[in-house]
């Protein structure tokens, strides 16, 4: 705090306030003393409202200024006007925020006060220095939110059925910095009730909502099977789905339609089941519509035994989904005629090591955005006349999510 002739400034602080009952608001002091305290809500549900603040625009301005701006163009001698020029263009995008960021606003306004106060020695390196910098700047918001949703993956994919404490424990194993920054133990010194706490940056900011989350029980953050969106389930039973409305259905509703077909294609027992019935089928048409003096070739099936076969498989089929049956009972039971040559069905592998989570794990900084940043081309040699493929950015990601993807995503089109 220091004192002017007749203006006090304070020093900008970013709060975050307990309001008890493990409700937090976000308070924003500026540098005229003036407090703004953002809507209360919770720790968990703050993470999630921050991994889905839609940067879009304002990345596509930033990209425009770094690409475009005749700044970077000029050589040796870069006019002044032209940084001054940049230095107000680069000024107006935080205000691209400030509704749908406050924090990100707030944070970007300390940041760049501090950017702009460096010394200037009128070189041209050091415009092009302190332009650059202004950019990386600007990009403190996106950079958080990539690690954000980084740390949410790694840390609450796959494990609905997992404790705090074992989600809290994946956290450090994937990203061991990052769970020591986040530990619930270091918040122990404090009651909880009315505490508050002062956090030096946006990322800070999430640190300190991870541990205040991995504090308590009450809410538990899991992903959407059918949007693969972020949610709170209500209850402790296993939440498979959201609540929301997403392309005008309930994720619930689509979600268990669209997970019958997910069982099936990474079931290797059951394609052979349905295979199975393909064939039994097939044989009873070829049977039924034989005559009499045709048959000698083929295999019996009468109506009554395709539909003992069908109504067979169908039980064994609930069994084996309900865990009942292992895949290899479940094939035995099905395989009446003895035709399979083998009962090892190569179950679906558990998530965990498809390219992108490897990508994910081996660097908090991996940014989708960048790493498949738009339509590329490739020959394609697999083919016997080779030809030229078009790839978006969206199937560069898919290939390496290798399937493990929204249910919306699989099935959601056509
Ligand atoms: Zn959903």
């Given at each position: ?158 494990m609905e059925r997992a404790s705090q404490r074992e989600r809290f424990e994946k956290l450090c194993r994937v990203y061991p910095d990052v769970g020591k920054l986040c530990d619930p133990a270091s918040l122990s010194d404090m009651e909880p009730g009315h505490r508050t706490f002062r956090a030096h940056s946006i990322f800070d900011l999430r640190m300190l909502e991870l541990a205040l989350y991995f504090q308590q029980d009450k809410q538990r953050i899991a992903r959407c099977e059918y949007c693969w969106g972020w949610f709170i389930p209500k209850t402790k039973k296993v939440t498979r789905y959201c609540d929301r409305v997403t392309d005008g259905f309930p994720c619930k509703k689509r979600g268990a339609r669209f997970k019958r077909n997910l069982v099936e294609d990474e079931d290797g027992a059951l394609k052979h089941c349905n ?140």
């Open positions: 705090m220091e004192d002017t002739d007749q203006v006090i400034f304070y020093e900008p602080q970013l709060l975050l306030a307990e309001v008890g009952e493990g409700r937090f608001s976000t308070v924003l002091q500026h540098r005229d003393g003036t407090v703004e305290r953002l809507p209360v809500t919770t720790p968990a549900r703050d993470l999630i409202a921050a991994a889905e603040i839609d940067y879009g625009l304002y990345r596509r301005e930033i990209k425009r200024l770094r690409e475009e701006h005749p700044l970077f163009a000029a050589w040796l001698d870069v006019p002044v006007t032209d940084f001054e020029d940049f230095v107000a263009e680069a000024l107006l995008l935080p205000s691209m925020l400030q509704k749908i960021d406050p924090v990100g606003f707030f944070a970007l306004g300390i940041l760049l006060d501090r950017a702009l106060q460096r010394e200037d020695d009128g070189s041209a390196l050091f415009l092009l220095d302190a332009a650059q910098e202004l950019l990386h700047v600007l990009e403190e918001p996106i950079r958080t939110q990539v690690y954000l949703r980084n740390i949410l993956e790694m840390t609450f994919d796959g295979q199975l019935r393909d064939r039994m089928y097939a044989r009873l048409l070829r049977w039924q519509d034989a005559a009499p003096d045709e048959r000698t070739n083929l295999i019996p099936m009468e109506y009554d035994q395709y539909d003992a076969w069908s109504e067979n498989a169908r039980l064994a089929r609930m069994e084996y989904l309900k865990g009942k049956l292992t895949a290899e009972e479940f094939l035995r039971r099905i395989d009446t005629t003895h035709e399979l040559d083998s009962y090892e069905a190569d179950r679906a592998e558990p998530i965990g090591q498809t390219a992108w989570y490897q990508r994910v794990a081996g660097d908090i900084t991996f940014d989708p955005k960048v790493r498949y940043p738009e339509t590329i081309q490739c020959l394609d040699l697999g083919e016997a006349e080779p030809k030229w493929e078009i790839y978006t950015a969206d199937d560069l990601r898919r290939e390496e999510q290798e399937g493990h993807q929204s249910l919306r995503e699989r099935y959601g089109k056509g």
